[in-house]
């Protein structure tokens, strides 16, 4: 199983001498950015001509500056109707005849599944991100049982073909999708897009009351409630401990907080709800220790950036998490929806300034080793290369 960059290929031209072209689908332009920015970097420098599908917000100006070219493609989120789906993949069908990508890379389910369907019959190469795994996936609901039975059945038809693979970011990701059916040789790990280990540097603890940070969108699943209700049992036993909350409601999402509850919270005592936040080390900056109580993640980028910053971590015992909060080596791992278990751990790293450095410079260095954006970049492109017949 390829799980990570292998010598360097040669990059093949286009028959018209052109440079190959990479298409990346993502339902939000601000996802690109946020998220695939280090990987479509390293491509352009390999020699892709990069082109990235999506929903278009504010995003367009900071995708121009890098070079890319941005193709708006409406991508409807939450409650999806037949027609909406059809006009998206109708979308990207049209932008697959005009562009003729010779590598598609499909970020997340919906693009991977919607994306896929559009490529049908298209002589392109496919690299299908099959990220977090969603609320269908966390969610036992008997609807959510239901579309993860339909998602299960399609993702294996649709990603277990020629010249196609599954790209996964965590090991537990991959047992999954063995388990729908998709072959081992079709299966991909690499672990995250990456952290800039040169912008996030360690940087040294802040003064006053023990900051817990929180950073992600205000879903349910990302266990914003559970820590709520932590940070509230410490505060009524006498713990002064600070918790600050960077992140938005995502309205789309069936898991997400209401921005009436999330203003709330940013009323109750030793609760700063910052909402969303561009510059993260200006969070870590204010918080002793990161905390992320998911019940689920592909590799949770809030961790690795505080992980780079030095920052002790605290998360769930789930897939994702303990790929970055080693247990007892850069953090502690409690069950998840549990907020007394979240209580007793936070109350345990608060108490020990100690544990908190080790935590944190063993947090550093493994951001540096193998997570660090450039040695990312290189695995995700070498797979690029291999997928579109590079030569070398």
């Given at each position: ?206 003064t006053g009351a023990i900051t817990i940070g929180f950073v992600g969108r205000l879903l349910d699943d990302k266990g914003i409630r559970v820590l709520v209700a932590a940070h509230r049992q410490l505060r009524a036993k006498g ?154």
């Open positions: 199983m390829p799980t990570a960059a292998s010598p360097q290929l040669a990059l093949a031209c286009r028959p018209d001498g052109g440079p190959p072209r990479l298409l990346y689908v993502v339902t939000e332009d601000w996802f690109f950015l946020s998220h695939r920015l280090p990987m479509a970097r390293a491509a352009r420098a390999a020699g892709f001509e990069v082109h990235v599908a999506a929903n278009v917000g504010d995003g367009a100006a900071a995708i121009a500056r890098e070079g890319f070219v941005l193709h708006p493609v409406r991508f409807a989120r939450g409650k999806l109707s037949p027609f909406a789906t059809l006009a998206t993949i109708r979308t990207l069908r049209r932008l697959h005849r005009d562009l003729a990508p010779d590598l598609v890379h499909h970020v997340a389910l919906q693009a991977t599944i919607f994306g896929s369907l559009a490529a049908l019959g298209c002589r392109v190469a496919r690299v299908n991100a099959i990220t977090g795994l969603g609320y269908s996936f966390i969610s036992d609901s008997v609807k959510a049982r239901v579309v993860r039975t339909v998602i299960g059945t399609l993702l294996r038809l649709l990603v277990d073909r020629p010249r196609s693979v599954a790209l996964v970011q965590n090991p537990d990701d991959r047992e999954l999708l063995l388990r729908l059916g998709i072959a081992a040789e079709r299966i991909v790990l690499i672990p995250g897009s990456g952290v800039d280990v040169d912008r996030l540097k360690p940087m040294a603890e802040p713990t002064p401990v600070e918790l600050l909350i960077a992140g938005t409601p995502d309205p789309a999402n069936p898991a997400s907080v209401s921005q009436a509850e999330a203003e709330a919270w940013g009323r109750e005592p030793g609760i700063t709800w910052l909402g969303h936040v561009d510059d993260i080390a200006t969070v870590w900056a204010r918080a002793h220790i990161a905390v992320l109580p998911s019940r689920r993640e592909g590799l949770p980028k809030s961790l690795l950036e505080a992980a780079a910053c030095g920052r002790p971590m605290i998360a769930t015992d789930v897939p994702g998490c303990r790929e970055v909060a080693i247990a007892n080596q850069t953090g502690l791992l409690v069950p998840p929806d549990d907020p007394s278990a979240l209580a007793v751990a936070i109350e345990t790293l608060a108490d020990d300034v100690g544990l908190r450095d080790r935590f944190g410079r063993a947090a550093r260095a493994l951001a540096e080793e193998r997570f660090a954006e450039g040695a990312i970049g290189r695995a995700v492109t070498d797979l690029y290369l291999r997928l579109v017949g590079a030569s070398g």
